[in-house]
């Protein structure tokens, strides 16, 4: 039985989130998760990408890599579709959203070396997605991205200036925060779950 793109989306959204679920993506969800806005600015970009190069690479392996059985170099290939894809949206970001630019710095190329981005490739691979699931995998993705490190820079705004012991300031808290988070996501899991 063939999933519908509609469950994909909504399950790449709550109940197998990148970084909830999967753990992929941790490093710039915990580095850039202090501010909303720059939380916000970069979730787009990797909702974005995540969207964009699902289908290109979606693409790029069902057309080129297997027809020409090309597949064992899937890796590499969809390494340099997402480095260029990436390098793309940065200049775009640089030219268009200079304040954005500036906030995001250096994690705004690091999305090249995101896993949740490699790895949303991967999986629709792996799943035999088609493209509107890869497409809506890609996308739920990334809203889930999104929604996951815009809620954990609301909650680290509001616990910006709380009284914490030593060793829970900074990334300690911050993960006990994901892993409470986490938690809560996995609720959804009896809902919708997609293999």
């Given at each position: ?37 720059t939380a916000w600015g970069l979730g787009q970009a990797v909702t974005f990408v995540l969207t964009g190069t699902s289908v290109i690479n979606y693409l790029v392996y069902h057309y ?15 390494i340099l579709l997402i480095a260029a894809f990436v390098q793309l949206v940065e200049m775009v970001i640089e030219r268009y959203f200079p304040v954005l630019h500036l906030h995001l ?91």
């Open positions: 039985m063939e999933v519908s793109p509609f469950i994909v989306f909504v399950a790449s959204i709550f109940t197998s989130n990148m970084i909830l679920s999967n753990f992929l993506g941790m490093c710039s969800f915990i580095a850039v998760s202090k501010e909303k806005s080129v890599l297997v027809p020409y059985g090309l597949v064992y170099l899937r890796y590499i290939v969809f710095g250096i994690f705004l190329p690091l999305i090249t070396v995101n896993c949740a981005v490699f790895g949303v490739s991967l999986f629709t691979v792996i799943r035999q997605y088609n493209l509107f699931q890869a497409t809506a995998f890609g996308f739920g993705s990334g809203i889930g991205w999104t929604l996951a490190i815009v809620a954990l820079a609301g909650i680290r705004q509001k616990i910006k200036n709380a009284p914490l012991p030593k060793g829970l300031e900074g990334a300690g808290i911050t993960l006990i925060i994901t892993g409470i988070m986490a938690l809560a996501f996995i609720g959804f899991s009896g809902i919708i779950h997609v293999q």
